[in-house]
T-cell receptor, first 113, second 114 residues
C-alpha cells in the first residue's frame, strides 16, 4: 500500500464548476500538507500549504485537512480553463520516514469552455 | 529571478553512456533534491542533500550518483544508464529540509535511454 493515495483522473469539468481533489494517507506522523500544481512540460509549483488539521482559503482555492480520517482535499471554486493542470498532494512530518516530502501520483484536471 | 535551472532539458542517449544532468539554484538554499516522475508512480525521490558535502539516498537511488561540492549546484550522474532510467527528472531546492518548507522545482529533464 502506498503511503499517499490519489485518484489519477483525468477529471474533466466545465468552466465555472466546483472541483474537489482528494488524497488519503497512512502515515500518522505527517503534519504538513501541501498541494502542488504542475502545468504540462513544467515543474510543480506550490499552490497551498496547511499545517495540521483545518481549512485554509486562498482566493478560489480551499485546502482541508482531516487528520482523524487521514484525508485531505483541495476545492477549486469557479474553475477556469487556466486551472487545467495536474494537481499533486504532498505531505511531510518531522521525524523518521515522515521527514521527507511524499507525493501522491497526481490528478489531471481539464476545465473545458 | 529566483529559480532552479536544469540542463539539458531533453536528452536521448544509449545504454551505458555516462551522462550528467546539471542543477543549479540561485536562492542560497541549503536543501536540494532529485526526483524522477513516471506515469502512475508520481514523483519519487532519488537523492537529496542537506548542505554542502552532505548527501543521502532517497527512495530510488540505484543507478544514480550525486555530489554537492558547492551550495548552488547539485548534479545528477548516471554512470551507466539503462532503459529503465528513461523518465522525467526534476531537481528541487528549499531553504531548509522538513518543516513544510516550500520546494522550488526546476523545469525538468526528459531523458530517454535506448
Amino acid at each position: 500500500q502506498k503511503e499517499v493515495e490519489q485518484d489519477p483522473g483525468p477529471l474533466s469539468v466545465p468552466e465555472g464548476a466546483i472541483v474537489s481533489l482528494n488524497c488519503t494517507y497512512s502515515n500518522s506522523a505527517f503534519q504538513y500538507f501541501m498541494w502542488y500544481r504542475q502545468y504540462s512540460r513544467k515543474g510543480p509549483e506550490l499552490l497551498m500549504y496547511t499545517y495540521s488539521s483545518g481549512n485554509k482559503e486562498d482566493g478560489r482555492f480551499t485546502a482541508q485537512v482531516d487528520k482523524s480520517s487521514k484525508y485531505i482535499s483541495l476545492f477549486i471554486r469557479d474553475s477556469q480553463p487556466s486551472d487545467s493542470a495536474t494537481y499533486l498532494c504532498a505531505m511531510e512530518g518531522n521525524t523518521g520516514t515522515a521527514s521527507k516530502l511524499t507525493f501522491g501520483t497526481g490528478t489531471r484536471l481539464q476545465v473545458t469552455l | 529571478e529566483a529559480q532552479v535551472t536544469q540542463n539539458p532539458r531533453y536528452l536521448i542517449t544509449v545504454t551505458g553512456k555516462k551522462l550528467t544532468v546539471t542543477c543549479s539554484q540561485n536562492m542560497n538554499h541549503e536543501y536540494m533534491s532529485w526526483y524522477r516522475q513516471d506515469p502512475g508512480l508520481g514523483l519519487r525521490q532519488i537523492y537529496y542533500s542537506m548542505n554542502v558535502e552532505v548527501t543521502d539516498k532517497g527512495d530510488v537511488p540505484e543507478g544514480y550518483k550525486v555530489s554537492r561540492k558547492e551550495k548552488r549546484n547539485f548534479p545528477l550522474i548516471l554512470e551507466s544508464p539503462s532503459p529503465n532510467q528513461t523518465s522525467l527528472y526534476f531537481c528541487a531546492s528549499s531553504l531548509y529540509a522538513g518543516g513544510g518548507d516550500e520546494q522550488f522545482f526546476g523545469p525538468g529533464t526528459r531523458l530517454t535511454v535506448l
